[in-house]
């Protein structure tokens, strides 16, 4: 890759980043805190956070095998996703690519940036390939997005082609395994060390199943994780978080039976899709929610409406005419699913 210096944006990289009170004072332990205009009533909830979530990097480097100045937290995934704009493309003049169809955040924090957003379309089997997509960019292309498992076909990207990208582009790769709990495929956090051009998102929202809490995880080398927390806002991740966060991590077994059950709820839904006469294809998945073609999208997603029944349409994105997006919820939301589905039409 590109020296990291070359791929910052040179106002970014001479940034003084804002120094708050509990940046300041980080030593032994204090009962008397008169540093940063709190109130001094209501405790716990008057002191302002710990800006770099200290104690729960240290809890989460535990789970993911990975040392804590290798993460950076964020208020959800999108946090990450604007920072990484924000660090290292020059507004008007740089550009990203990214598959195509994905997750939308990419292109509307591009279009909040001012940053040109360049789609490769995938295959007709929702895979992408690494020479196609390298060839969209130039010398002025500063990252590269992928998602995998992918939102919204919801299939693992090739790891060939994974690896061969990060291999050859010199900028940086922002790899999104939000839904890689849920995949037989291994995460790529441990290849940090091998590739210095890589990011990796993961979120508590999904497998963790904390999606109020709004808790995103980005995965890089010191460098990038040093640059993204320089210009984070100071108290980016509130402590109600934060300690929410430290508690699942506590019941990490038990995370992973809810991801288990998952997994057979996915394999019994899909397959009983198959069998659905408004069903005219089921799409591998390997998240915890798989695409579908039906006879019309937009009918039965209104029809299912009226049923108190939300799934998502997909059909304006690209690849994904009359498709809808089904999550795998419990064994009784599925059934109420499936029995409105059998009877549509009738």
Known sequence: ??????????????????????????????????????????????????????????????????????IFLGNGSDEAIDLVYRAFCVPGSDN????DPTYGMYKVCADVN????????LDDSYQFSADRLLAATDEHTKLIFLCSPNNPTGNDLLRGEIEKTLDRF?????????????SETPSFLAQLDKYPN??????????????AIRLGMAFASVEII?????????????????????NMLHR????????????????????????????????HSDANFFLTRVSDAGAIYHYLVDKGIIVRNRSSISLCGNCLRVTVGTRVENEQLLKALQVYGK
Request: hydrophobic content about 40%; glycine content about 2%.
């Open 226 to 246: 040093a640059i993204l927390s320089k210009i984070k806002y100071p108290y980016n991740v509130n402590q109600l978080t934060q300690q929410q966060a430290i």
């Open 1 to 70: 890759m590109k020296p990291l210096k070359e791929l910052t944006r040179p106002n970014i990289g001479a940034l003084k980043p804002y120094s708050s009170a509990r940046d300041e004072y980080n030593g032994a332990a204090a009962s008397v805190f008169l540093d940063a205009n709190e109130n001094p009533y209501n405790l716990p909830h008057n002191r302002y956070p710990d800006p770099m979530q200290r104690d729960l990097k240290k809890e989460l480097a535990k789970i993911k095998k990975v040392s804590a100045e290798h």
């Open 96 to 99: 990203v690519v990214a598959i």
């Open 170 to 182: 010199d900028g940086l790769v922002i790899l999104d395994e939000a839904y890689n709990d849920f």
């Open 198 to 211: 890589l990011v990796v998102l993961q979120t508590f929202s999904k497998a963790w199943g904390c999606a």
């Open 114 to 121: 001012d940053v040109e957003y360049r789609k490769v379309l």
């Open 252 to 283: 990490y077994y038990e995370i992973e039976r809810w991801v288990s059950t998952l997994k057979e709820e996915r394999t019994y839904l899909m397959k009983a899709f198959t069998k659905l006469s408004c069903v005219q294809q089921v799409f």
